[in-house]
């Protein structure tokens, strides 16, 4: 059953149209549709800000300037955006829709920062990055294209509608090494013939047990072949594939592949390779690792950087030639124990690669490769992280480190030979957490895969779930303080068993979930907040796999940090009815729950707040990195505590919010025209496939590193880090220094996995001085002092206190707890700074430009006067007495809210022409602030107004702004007087005044 939620006069629009079937048709009216709207809100923020622009329409209120709309009043940024206050109730459009009254009722909207989101209720979704919906930002933001106010994403805009059949896998039934015949299992390949399946032993002596699937037993075994120099085992066994009745065995070690005849009791009927069992002769394959073959073509990949082909009306035992090449395919380097597997999809070939990636050969252009004698190149080169392939008609079955995923192969192609949603995404199966496979097979809705420890079978069945649109159902918020004490634990203390840590199903979490979810069985939900701090307004949301759609568990008022709550699943709804998370409707699963089924690994987790604001960063979060906790490989690594495993979350929740955002965004897909240079990847410097980055490589690496499976986080005692795709791991520093800018190591460490695979010194991910490393210490460091990071307090877990000693693997060094110097300005801090409207140099007091209106970055900008540790702004004023006027320095001084002005200080005076000394101090708002940005004077000297070098006294007895002389002192303006009756002039302790 579909339950679309489809307005008519859509429909109607659609219909009419000849192509109104069409996906593309439906995309080009949602985009047309977005940005009609985008354009309505855009004009009318414009307008507004015309309008706000002349001071007669603005109204002031305890220091908040307004604008009166349709007569409500709304807050004014300084630059005259209009903001909104939090709705209450949240869900309240009214004060959204006085301003937009043109937006329709097909569209959702909801505050954020002060701003509004945007969702259309019948094609839009919330997949913030990579969603369908608008973004109004009074504050501003940087897409891809550069600083804007409203964001638009149309990337995946399509009809609300979702499929209330939902499929999922049996439990499973499971075949052993002793069914088998062994002690242990070896397996690198399994293939399903008929009734039968092939399974590799990969071992010396290698063979192929036959597994008769109906009567549950072992049939016979493929041990080798009979030649003409007598019996040839096998040494080790790569792969296997099976092209109409023949088998395929490729045996690393024996240098061949095998060809047996499945319908003529597995009879050989030839080898390629040299027929020896060595690689050598023309004719011989070095350590064959795998096959596949068509009606034309058998290619086969060894160790060698070619592809062989043989041509299939060659392969017969009467030609003496069978096992010449007919051609080759270019393919990557030479390595021995690459695992590789070729599957054919149409007229196209797909060679992929464990944990690198796969090359897509055109098989149409083999022919005339093979004719004009030289190596066919392949069409595409892909990087990616992905484990096992198979292809089942029209579907292909991919595994990763951490889930499988079906794709639909006609989109496959379509797409250029990218993968892009899955169809159905498995994260666990047979109650665990998908791992490595050593393979899988799918074929008539049976999948079977296979570990280390046993081949699963589970079979694809279909559950109908009932939804209900257009209702509701009361869910009441769960008070954490009236919860049975038994319900709630705290997790990851400094005492926490190293076994706990190092257990994944309960100790670990996807970080763009910190409240994670989990349903224990049928009857029972866990929820764990892995965030540092207590979340308010909590609610959990779940999504079944296959059922494009979230429901809302239910609401908890507060959530303290690392707290564990476990609770009977009707304490949220005893008839097992949720409403919907865009309040559409409700789910009822009381089927579901009863059904003899295990149920705990069909959902999808994820969290919301309506009021939360620091909840809703953490809900933005875009990486899906799981975070795992590592444990000790060698003498460099030390054990895992919990708190080192509080600090890694905090310190990969930091990490995942600089990825999330749009600066970051920004500069990846600008990175070349920003940081003056490229990327590379595993081949060099160099413009071919694995060097250089295309605008191709920057998207494919974007979205890859989001989809990371998993960081293993641990700690290193080695005077830095270590990394690679499998851990993650800084020394102790690094944990309580990552506060105040040092990011680097962390992001090196990071790089060597960058997207789950391992990454070397001579790439941009793990390079000192080149590509990330040296981008993230900057982002890193741009976000400190914006003052944005989610964690900007080490005292949040406080890993330096004296109270961790016990638990800290090294001294605290407390001079790395220091932040750089405000002078100090990275690449991206100037970069950023020209999107700023900040004056520069010598500006009037204007209430937009008083530091509260500016970020952090902005505020450094503003000169200071030291004194005594309090440093004040530096200003400077017009003073006029009975014989002129004179410009005089001091500092500012807030009178209120909203008064400011320039004063002289306590200490300072100014002696009249009659001789009588006086306090100073401008009027109210009538003074000059310094910015010192100013990229055209960057590294000179600020001035006075007779051209001399400006100074200030650093003493701690001392205060005050003077000019350098000509004997290079600091000295004070001849009328400018200490409170002792005398000038000062000092030789050093002073400081002078630099442009940025």
Not at 118 to 134: E, H, P, Q
């Amino acid at each position: 059953m579909k339950i679309k939620l489809l307005p008519a006069v859509i429909a109607s629009l659609l219909s009419v149209n000849a192509y109104a079937s069409n996906n593309d048709a439906e995309q080009n009216y949602f985009k047309a549709t977005s940005e009609a709207v985008h354009q309505s809100i855009v004009n009318k923020i414009e307008d507004l800000r015309r309008y706000a622009s002349d001071d007669k329409n603005v109204i002031t209120e305890n220091g908040v300037r307004k604008i009166d709309v349709n007569g409500v009043k709304y807050a004014l940024t300084d630059d005259n955006y209009l903001s909104f206050d939090l709705p209450k109730p949240f869900l309240n459009e009214t004060a959204f829709r006085n301003v937009f009254d043109f937006i329709d009722s097909d569209w959702e909207l909801t505050w954020y920062q002060g701003g509004m989101v945007a969702v259309n209720k019948v094609f839009g979704n919330y997949d913030y990055g990579n969603g369908c919906l608008m973004e109004y930002y009074p504050k501003g933001t940087v897409d891809a294209n550069g600083p804007t106010h409203v964001l638009l994403e149309t990337t995946s805009c399509s009809v609300n509608d979702f499929e209330t059949t939902q499929q999922y896998f049996s439990n499973g039934t499971f075949i052993t090494a002793e069914q088998l015949g062994g002690d242990a299992l070896a397996i690198t390949a399994i293939e399903r013939y008929q009734d039968k399946l092939y399974i590799t032993q990969d071992t010396n002596p290698a063979f192929i047990t036959i597994f008769d699937m109906t009567t549950q037993s072992v049939i016979g075994r493929i041990k080798g072949i009979d030649s003409d120099r007598g019996f040839q085992a096998y040494n080790r066994i790569n792969e296997l594939a099976i092209h109409n009745n023949l088998l395929y065995v490729s045996s690393l070690s024996s240098n061949r592949v095998d060809i047996f005849d499945l319908d003529n009791n597995n009879s050989l009927v030839l080898s390629l390779g040299s027929g020896t069992g060595s690689w050598g002769g023309a004719n011989g394959l070095v350590h064959a690792q795998s096959s596949a073959a068509t009606d034309d073509f058998v290619f086969v990949t060894d160790a060698q950087s070619r592809i062989s082909v043989y041509r299939q009306h060659d392969l017969t035992p009467e030609n003496p030639d069978f096992a010449k090449r007919a051609g080759f395919l270019a393919y990557e380097g030479k390595y021995t124990h690459r695992k590789v597997q070729m599957h054919t999809l149409g007229d196209h070939l797909i060679v992929a690669t464990a944990d690198r990636g796969y090359f897509v050969y055109d098989m149409t252009k083999v022919d005339q490769a093979i004719a004009d004698g030289v190596d066919l190149a392949a069409e595409k080169v892909v990087s990616l992280n992905l484990q096992k392939v198979d292809l089942d008609n029209n579907t292909l079955v991919v595994s990763f480190k951490d889930r499988i995923e079906w794709h639909d192969a006609a989109t496959f192609a379509a797409n250029g030979f990218v993968f892009g949603e899955p169809l159905r995404t498995v994260r666990a199966i047979n109650g665990q957490p998908v791992s490595a496979l050593k393979d899988l097979h799918f074929a008539n809705n049976e999948l079977i895969t296979a570990n280390s420890e046993r081949i699963a079978i589970n079979y694809l069945l279909n559950n109908e779930i009932t939804f209900v649109a257009d209702t509701s159902v009361a869910q009441p918020t769960i008070q954490f303080d009236q919860l049975m004490p038994t319900s709630v634990t705290q997790i990851l203390g400094n005492d926490e068993p190293h076994h706990v840590l190092m257990d994944r199903e309960l100790r670990s979490v996807n970080i763009n979930s910190l409240v994670q979810t989990k349903l224990l069985n049928n009857d029972t939900v866990q929820i764990t907040n892995y965030a540092a701090k207590e979340l308010r307004d909590i609610t959990p949301e779940l999504k079944l796999n296959g059922i494009n759609k979230w429901f809302k568990l239910g609401t908890l008022d507060r959530i303290p940090a690392y707290a564990q709550i476990t609770l009977p699943l009707s304490a949220f709804s005893t008839d097992f009815q949720f409403n919907s998370a865009n309040n559409d409707g409700v789910f009822d699963l009381a089927e579901l729950f009863a059904a003899d089924l295990e149920v705990k690994d069909l959902f999808e987790h994820r969290f919301s707040s309506e009021s939360d604001a620091f909840a809703q960063t953490l809900s933005r979060l875009k990486p899906t990195w799981e975070i795992r906790f590592a444990g000790t490989a060698d003498h460099k690594w030390r054990d895992m505590n919990g708190l080192y495993a509080r600090e890694w979350l905090i310190i990969m929740t930091n990490f995942a919010h600089m990825v999330s955002s749009d600066e970051f965004k920004h500069v990846w897909f600008n990175f070349e025209d920003i940081m003056g240079y490229n990327m590379h990847s595993y081949a060099g410097q160099v413009h071919e496939p694995g060097g250089y980055f295309t605008a191709e490589d920057y998207d494919h690496y974007y979205h890859s590193m989001l989809k990371r499976p998993f960081v293993n986080v641990g700690i290193t005692a080695m005077g830095g880090g270590l990394g690679s795709g499998g851990i993650t791991g800084v020394d102790t520093w690094m944990f309580y220094s990552h506060y105040y800018g040092q990011w680097g190591i962390i992001a090196h460490e990071f790089g060597h996995g960058f997207d789950g695979k391992s990454y070397g010194h001579g790439t941009s991910f793990a390079n000192g001085g080149n590509g990330w490393q040296p981008l993230m210490t900057m982002v890193a460091n741009y976000h400190i002092r914006k003052g944005d990071m989610p964690y900007m307090d080490d005292n949040i877990n406080g890993f330096y206190k004296q109270e961790n000693d016990a638990y800290q693997y090294a001294d605290i060094s407390l001079g790395k707890r220091h932040y750089r110097s405000d002078n100090h300005m990275y690449l991206l801090d100037e970069y950023f700074m020209t999107f700023s409207d900040m004056p520069q140099g010598w500006f009037q007091h204007e209430d937009r430009f008083v530091p509260e209106s500016l970020n952090n970055q902005e505020r450094m900008m503003l000169a200071k006067m030291p004194i005594h540790g309090d440093d004040p702004y530096l200003c400077r004023f017009d003073y006029t007495t009975e014989t002129g006027t004179t410009q005089l320095h001091g500092y500012v001084e807030q009178l209120d809210d909203q008064q400011y002005r320039c004063t002289g200080g306590d200490d300072i005076s100014y002696r009249l022409p009659s001789g009588e000394k006086v306090a100073f101090a401008s009027p109210v708002g009538e003074f000059e602030w310094l910015s010192l940005y100013s990229p055209e004077q960057k590294g000179e000297r600020a001035t006075t107004l007779d051209g001399q070098a400006l100074c200030a006294i650093n003493k701690t007895d001392f205060y005050g702004v003077g000019f350098v002389n000509s004997g290079s002192q600091c000295t004070q303006q001849s009328e400018v007087y200490w409170s002792n009756g005398n000038q000062w002039k000092f030789t050093n302790g002073w400081i002078d005044y630099k442009f940025r």
